[in-house]
């Protein structure tokens, strides 16, 4: 298979050489330069686009092999459709459909001549996402492949892009880049299995931000223990891989800003517990840990790219095991905020780290905004399926600033309710809280649980069970982990909360 070398940026002009991608509106509508190098071909582009049924209609091509009269192996000609009308989102998706083709031409050089229509405004933003298009397009997980690395198929693609301003592009694109590196470290952290990736690897993978700057403190057994987080702790008795805390820390912001709180739910492996799951598709549950992956890839992404903003990642990380230590329904822990808590159902783990983690992020770093995002309820597939994350927050301004990020990264959220009617399901004669609500609503009531350990400090939770993993493959994303989230909370932070 095709990997993705390099992208570099150099001025737009005619293609010289190797596969060449040019861009067409709808019509058949070229820009300038495209009109003037197409005009070599010979029979025309008219002609061979009437015959092949092409006329620039969005992510259609037109592919010509050595085409007589023009200076290069191969022409791509991709259809932008209605040039007039294309969002960030197009220019993202094109880029993923771009390198998709090229894939398919087994090339190692190609230049994509970004040029659109005239009249038509082509910002630097648009060829940063296009290359953010290609870079989240082009990655696999493939680490455990042995034979493929063999495959006389398998190039490595450098690709140039051809901009107006190459310059301002590669300026542009130092920022994006950042970002998609820190979506490739979330989706790696959520494809490795969790025989290689236990909670002391997860936080070891956490450390690594220190290269870019972040500070990072992980907190062991004894520390939590310490804490009084027994809500935390309690999940991880089954396990014989003892549970860690990590805390990130990026301080880019003024000096005594209260920082963004990112908290992630980062369970290694969800079997249930004493309250097992069924055995089909449990290996999704490697999985669980997307909210903590989702945390270190936008701090990742926050950090590299030198957010002028303070924000702080906190994530929970154990592994949900059945054993003889296991903790049983029944059992009645007392989080480290005092509230006792009456397991039900050993599978409601996540909320029970995440209630320590909430805590301790809300009391130890007093942030302005608490953000958790966690893979935490099947029954937010049965509401949203895998094409929006549930949103739930205490904070109307938050949560609607959360709805415009998610509109502006293309990481789309729902809102749904709050409110004390809910709560009420989660009341228990032997403790102040329980920890499932049963079957109905219990996305809603697991959010409500969550609550109550914000503090009421302005706080929104992320349910991305169907986002994080398992969604359909598309223009950006050829792989099970997703990445999810990390481009969204960039966008809050960046839109909010820096300068
Ligand atoms: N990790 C699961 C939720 C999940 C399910 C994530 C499917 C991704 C895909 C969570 O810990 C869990 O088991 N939740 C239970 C809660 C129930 C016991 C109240 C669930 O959703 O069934
Ligand atoms: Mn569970
Ligand atoms: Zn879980």
């Known amino acids: 298979m095709t990997k993705l070398a390099k992208i570099s940026f150099s001025k737009a002009e005619a293609p010289k050489g190797g596969v060449a991608v040019i861009l067409a509106g709808e019509d058949l509508n070229l820009g300038t330069i495209a009109n003037e190098f197409v005009s070599g071909l010979e029979g025309g582009l008219k002609r061979a686009a009437d015959i092949a049924g092409f006329s620039g209609k969005k992510k259609t091509s037109l592919d010509l092999v050595a085409p007589a009269g023009l200076a290069v192996d191969r022409l791509i000609v991709f259809g932008l459709g209605k040039s007039e009308e294309l969002t960030q989102d197009d220019w993202r998706a094109f880029g993923g459909a771009v390198f998709a083709e090229l894939q398919k031409a087994k090339t190692d050089a190609a230049s994509v001549l970004l040029e659109v229509p005239e009249g038509v405004d082509l910002t630097d933003l648009a060829t940063a996402e296009f290359a953010m298009g290609v870079k989240l397009r082009a990655y696999a997980f493939d680490n455990y492949k042995t034979k493929a690395k063999d495959d006389a198929n398998s190039k490595d693609l450098k690709l140039t892009l051809k901009v107006v301003d190459a310059k301002a592009a590669r300026k542009a694109w130092s920022v994006s880049e950042a970002v998609a590196d820190g979506v490739i470290v979330a989706r790696n952290l959520v494809n490795e299995p969790a025989n290689v990736l236990g909670p002391v690897e ?298």
Not at 209 to 236: P, S
Not at 409 to 417: I, N, Q, V, Y
Not at 443 to 449: E, K, M
Request: charged residues 20%.
């Open 202 to 499: 997860f936080a070891k993978k956490a450390q690594e931000l220190e290269k870019l700057g972040v500070e990072v403190e992980v907190l062991g057994e004894k520390e939590m223990k310490k804490l009084k987080m027994a809500a935390l702790l309690g999940v991880a008795q089954g396990s014989v891989r003892p549970p860690r805390l990590a805390v990130m820390r990026w301080n880019g912001g003024k000096k005594g800003v209260a920082p963004v709180a990112l908290v992630g739910k980062g369970v290694v492996f969800d079997t249930g517990g004493i309250s097992i799951k069924p055995a089909g598709g449990m290996e999704e549950m490697k999985g669980d840990m997307g909210g903590a992956a989702a945390v270190v890839g936008a701090m990742h992404a926050i950090a590299g790219r030198k957010a002028k903003a303070n924000v702080v990642g906190v994530i929970g990380l154990v592994e949900n095991m059945p054993d003889g230590n296991a903790q049983r329904p029944g059992d009645i822990v007392t989080a480290m905020s005092g509230t006792t808590i009456e397991i039900l159902n050993t599978d409601a783990e996540g909320r029970l780290v995440l209630a320590d983690a909430l805590w301790y992020t809300q009391e130890k770093y007093n942030p302005a905004i608490m953000i958790d995002l966690a893979t935490l309820t099947g029954a937010v597939l049965v509401a949203l399926g895998n094409l929006n994350a549930g949103l739930f927050s205490n904070n109307d301004e938050l949560a609607d600033n959360l709805l415009a990020s998610a509109k502006a990264s293309g990481e789309p959220l729902w809102r749904l309710p709050l409110s004390k009617e809910y709560d009420k399901i989660i009341d228990t004669p032997n403790a102040d809280v329980k920890n499932t609500g049963g079957r109905w609503a219990g996305s809603i009531t697991a959010a409500q649980f969550l609550q109550r350990f914000a503090n009421d400090k302005p706080w929104a939770h992320l349910d991305i069970a169907g986002t994080a993993f398992g969604a359909p493959k598309d223009d950006i994303c050829q792989s099970w982990a997703s990445g999810y989230g990390v481009r969204l909370l960039n966008q809050l932070v960046a839109d909010h909360y820096e300068g």
